[in-house]
């Protein structure tokens, strides 16, 4: 038993046996729990070993199974990788020959790639451009509009059109998309765009939108047709004169829409033979507006082809003529009056040649029309042979745009006729005309003629008539004068024998001669009114009523009233005076006032070189039935006997202010005195 104890001590494992033996020593303990438990211990120790003998079998088989794949994981890596180094140089191939501009930026706006197309499109070097920001270094102020938005994260797309400014300055137009790149978490970790320059595809949209745009706001009519002639597009000029809209016309003839009954078939006709052989018309043609309205138009189509010379339809513009037509029409209205007008018309180049002449010049002139339209004017104008003549008259009917000239015309067989003409300096289209209506004055001429004949035989009549005058006057003044003398000597030689009615008698009849005299006087002055003149001069009127009403001025009875500023005067004193004169007298003559008073003033009229004077008594007045009979010759309101007057002084101040174009006007009433009024001129001018 002992034994077997010991021998079982012994095939212990060597581990546990080493365990035992550091505790116990080489005498075992030999009670049976302790060697059960010994045992037991022995038991997990052996069946430990042989699991991680097990273990170690599998590993190592597993090992193997891991190398094998791991031998197949790395010959596939590797074709992966070659295959990714393909794709990858492939893909580098394609960005490097990519005509558009690939940029990846940090979350900064910082470049981090670029291809070539970056170096072709702005000019810019790649490697001078890396690490830099690409918004504020080559956008500059678009950039925060730009990118702003995308770092903000209220988008992750940006498509945008904008100027951008090469290297060399030069401004270009690119077409700049931008993509947002976020991670998991959705933090933005950086930016790729694509850049393409558009300048060309820019320019030709901004052309077409301009050329789209004249086309639109032209003020002509534009139609786009087919090849069929149909209407595929009209612009607003067209809507805004007929009246239709694009889908009213699209897919009609114009023909079909515009035309009218009074629309000419013959031009018509021609147009359509025109378009049929795709022809380029020009044509006037009368249409009519969706209204009914007729108008003209000048047309010009024009067909249209393909750059391979294929016909793809016509485009037409309309002029609108219609007030040009009526202007025509006018014109060749004109053309037919003066046509019958009595005066001939001529309109000359600024250089001298002849473009109309009417009917009447050629009748003068002995010539057609197609003989004389070309001419130059000095081979039908006698006045203008001398060189230089015709570009003096030019640049002196420039310089005061229109004058009247006289001249003589001269007809093919050399004779001349006087003519006068109207002339004017007219532009048109830029170039100068002259304008002239010329009358032929041969009758006038003859009767300039005799009336210079009859101005010198009136001459010397009026000679003969003034020494005649003086001397009738002087031989009736002569009587007189002796029946005066006669009756104061018989008034001396009778002085004590004369009753109260003899002397009465004889003053009576001495105040007739005197009458008579002053009658001859007046006759005289009335007959010299208009035709002598006496010099103008200066004077102040205030100066000539002082000194007048001084002169007229009997007693202390009398009182003037002067009124207004002085002012002064150029004119014939001595008719002025005449007249003032006769008025401030009768005022104080025919005055019934214990006071009379007499008022003058004047002031100056609105109408050019006029002034209005007046003089006003306080006498009886005159009755309205008088007020133009008193300016007759020899009238008087009042006997003769009663109050001395010849009748012939108010004739004279009207036949005066008949010869400066003066007016005459009165205002009176009975019993409350008397105005005279006339205008005067401030300035006369020598004649």
Known sequence: MEEDKKQLTLEVHKLLQRQLKKAFGDELPTDDRFVRFVEAINRAYSDYEKDIKQ????????????????????????????????IS?????????????????????????LN?????????????????????????????????????????????????????????????????????????QGFIGIMRDETERYNVQKENEQLALVVQKTKNSIIIGDTEGKIQWVNHAFENLTGYTLSEVKGKRPGSVLQGPDTDKTTVNYIREKIQKKEVVYATLLNYSKEGKPYWIELNIEPLFDNNGEHTGYIAIQNDITERKKIQDRINQLVF???????????????????????????????????????????????????????????????VGKLVATGAHKRPDGSTFPVEASVSYIKSDNKGYILAFIRDISERVQAENRIKEYMA?????????????????????????????????????????????????????????????????GILQYSRVGRSKNKLEKIVLQDLVNELCEAIKTDNTCQFIIKNDPIELFTEKIALEQVLQNFISNAIKYNDKDIKIVEIGWSELPEDNKIEIYVRDNGPGISPEYHEKIFMIFQTLQSRDEVESTGVGLAIVKKIADEKKSKIRVESELGKGTTFYFTWPITERES
């Open 55 to 86: 273990i170690e079998l599998v590993l190592e088989q597993s090992s193997n199974e891991l190398f094998k794949a791991n031998k197949e994981l790395q010959r596939l890596a590797q074709t992966k990788a070659e295959e990714a180094n393909q």
């Open 89 to 113: 140089q492939k893909l580098s191939n394609i960005l490097a020959n990519l005509t558009d501009v690939i940029v990846q930026l940090d979350n900064q706006g910082k470049v981090l790639h």
């Open 116 to 188: 070539r197309a970056w170096e072709t499109i702005t000019g810019y070097g790649i490697e001078e451009s890396l690490g830099v920001h690409f918004g504020d270094v080559f956008l500059g102020q678009k950039c925060h509009v730009l990118f702003e938005p995308l770092m903000h994260g209220e988008c992750d797309d940006m498509a945008r059109t904008i100027q951008f400014t090469r290297s060399d300055g030069k401004v270009i137009w690119v077409n700049l998309k931008m993509h947002v790149q976020r991670n998991e978490q959705g933090i933005i």
């Open 337 to 399: 009056f003066l046509d019958q007008s009595s005066e001939a018309v001529q309109i000359c180049t600024e250089d001298g040649y002849l473009e109309f002449v009417n009917n009447e010049a050629c009748k003068r002139l002995q010539r057609t029309k197609e003989e004389l339209i070309g001419l130059h004017i000095s081979q039908i104008e006698k006045e203008f042979e001398p060189p230089g003549a015709w570009e003096r008259h030019v640049a002196e009917v420039k310089a």
């Open 457 to 521: 035989n009136l001459e010397k009549v009026n000679k003969e008539h003034d020494q005649f005058a003086y001397i009738v006057s002087h031989d009736l003044k002569a009587p007189l004068r002796a029946i005066a003398n006669l009756a104061t000597w018989i008034e001396e030689d009778l002085e004590g024998y004369m009753n109260p009615e003899i002397k009465k008698q004889f003053e009576m009849l001495k105040n007739r001669v005197k009458r008579m005299e002053n009658l001859i006087n």
